[in-house]
C-alpha cells in the first residue's frame, strides 16, 4: 500500500530533486497549459487570417467567426481546467502535510 512517506520520497530523474506530489501536479499542469495556449494561440490566428481574407464570402466569414468563438471557449476552458487542477493540487497537499 503506498503511503504518504512513499509519496513524499518520490524521485524522478528528469525533475532532479524529489519534488512533492503538488509540485509534480502543478509541472505537468503547466505544460498541457502551455501546449494548450500556444495552439489555441495559432488556431486564434488561423481564424483571425480567415476572418480577414474572407471579402464578400459569407461562408468563410461564418467559418472564421465559428472558429473565433471556439477559440474563447477554448482558452476559458484551458483556463478553468488549470484553476481546478491547481486548487485540488493545493488541497490535497494540504490534506497529506
Given at each position: ?91 490535497i497537499t494540504t490534506v497529506i502535510k
Open positions: 500500500m503506498i503511503t504518504t512517506e512513499d509519496i513524499k520520497n518520490l524521485t524522478i530523474p528528469i525533475l532532479g530533486s524529489a519534488p512533492a506530489f503538488s509540485d509534480l501536479v502543478a509541472r505537468i499542469a503547466n505544460i498541457f497549459v502551455t501546449i494548450a495556449g500556444i495552439l489555441a494561440f495559432f488556431y486564434l490566428v488561423y481564424a483571425g487570417i480567415l476572418y480577414i481574407t474572407s471579402g464578400n464570402n459569407p461562408d468563410q466569414a461564418k467559418k472564421a467567426q465559428a472558429g473565433l468563438v471556439n477559440v474563447i471557449i477554448g482558452i476559458i476552458i484551458i483556463t478553468l481546467s488549470y484553476v481546478i487542477v491547481r486548487t485540488v493540487g493545493n488541497i
